[in-house]
């Protein structure tokens, strides 16, 4: 063992947002599940007001042509789906982007400051070096084996599952490159987007949400970092993940 240290935490500031996203999150999702979709006989305003306009632009239609466009018009707009996409789409991915960056920043700022302390107190601190550029999941995967033989996160765990979905979602996020096709042929390649259905992201918000925790209760397991039982105390409201929870 090396002499006693120091370190900073402004980990903490990404945790306490992220923390922050958690409340709108669960309101979100029980909105989501009570969600019934209005019947198109609710829109009968709206479809006036469509018959008026189309009948003015049309003057020629027959008021048979004008009320079935009409109808076209309100069962398009206001079909289930689309009611949905109305209420839910916008806070749903504004969830998705904001977590999946937060969560990722921190999921980082954690193995980082456990491969730092963790090679000084081993008298081994050059070593950071060699880690600090790397790929966030390789960090997570190999870096405390260097000092805690013990330490292993398995490629089959629901933990490096869920690791290895996000870390692509957030690249694409910070790094967006446009799709650019001109009559079918793709002339740049764009970035690589998960476009599951909205319930798909949900799903998948609230395992972003649970990563870094379940991360640093796994790594605290072998090293016993006094950085991570910091982490791991503060970890409410935020639930585990019921894909992360270790079997009995």
């Given at each position: 063992?090396?002499?006693?240290?120091?370190?900073?935490?402004?980990?903490?500031?990404?945790?306490?947002?992220?923390?922050?996203?958690?409340?709108?999150?669960?309101?979100?999702?029980?909105?989501?599940?009570?969600?019934?979709?209005?019947?198109?006989?609710?829109?009968?305003?709206?479809?006036?007001?469509?018959?008026?306009?189309?009948?003015?632009?049309?003057?020629e239609a027959?008021?048979?042509?004008?009320?079935?466009?009409?109808e076209?018009?309100?069962?398009?707009?206001?079909?289930?789906?689309?009611?949905?996409?109305?209420?839910?789409?916008?806070?749903?991915?504004?969830?998705?982007?904001?977590?999946?960056?937060l969560?990722q920043?921190?999921?980082?700022?954690?193995?980082?400051?456990?491969?730092?302390?963790?090679?000084?107190?081993?008298?081994?601190?050059?070593?950071?070096?060699?880690?600090?550029?790397?790929?966030?999941?390789?960090?997570?995967?190999?870096?405390?084996?260097?000092?805690?033989?013990s330490?292993?996160?398995?490629?089959?765990?629901?933990?490096?599952?869920?690791?290895?979905?996000?870390?692509?979602?957030?690249?694409?996020?910070?790094?967006?490159?446009?799709?650019?096709?001109?009559?079918?042929?793709?002339?740049i390649?764009?970035?690589?987007?998960?476009?599951?259905s909205?319930?798909?992201?949900?799903?998948?918000?609230?395992?972003?949400?649970?990563?870094?925790?379940?991360?640093?209760?796994?790594?605290?397991?072998?090293?016993?970092?006094?950085?991570?039982t910091?982490?791991?105390?503060?970890q409410?409201?935020?639930?585990?993940?019921?894909?992360h929870?270790?079997?009995?």
């Amino acid at each position: 063992m090396t002499e006693s240290y120091t370190a900073t935490f402004d980990i903490e500031h990404i945790h306490v947002a992220l923390k922050s996203y958690w409340g709108p999150y669960i309101e979100l999702q029980n909105e989501v599940a009570s969600f019934v979709h209005r019947p198109l006989s609710d829109f009968d305003d709206e479809r006036k007001r469509h018959f008026e306009n189309i009948a003015q632009l049309n003057p020629e239609a027959s008021e048979e042509q004008v009320t079935q466009w009409a109808e076209k018009q309100v069962a398009s707009a206001r079909s289930p789906k689309m009611q949905f996409y109305s209420k839910f789409a916008d806070r749903i991915m504004t969830l998705y982007v904001t977590v999946t960056l937060l969560s990722q920043a921190l999921c980082e700022a954690e193995i980082n400051a456990v491969l730092a302390i963790g090679f000084f107190q081993n008298g081994m601190a050059d070593k950071f070096n060699k880690y600090q550029w790397k790929e966030i999941k390789e960090k997570w995967l190999e870096g405390p084996k260097e000092f805690c033989p013990s330490y292993e996160l398995s490629k089959e765990s629901a933990l490096y599952e869920t690791l290895e979905f996000m870390t692509p979602q957030r690249n694409a996020w910070m790094h967006h490159k446009i799709q650019l096709s001109v009559e079918d042929e793709t002339i740049i390649k764009g970035s690589t987007m998960h476009r599951g259905s909205y319930q798909e992201h949900l799903y998948w918000i609230g395992r972003f949400f649970s990563l870094p925790y379940d991360l640093a209760e796994h790594a605290f397991r072998s090293t016993h970092q006094i950085i991570l039982t910091s982490i791991l105390y503060t970890q409410k409201p935020i639930e585990t993940a019921d894909a992360h929870r270790q079997p009995k």
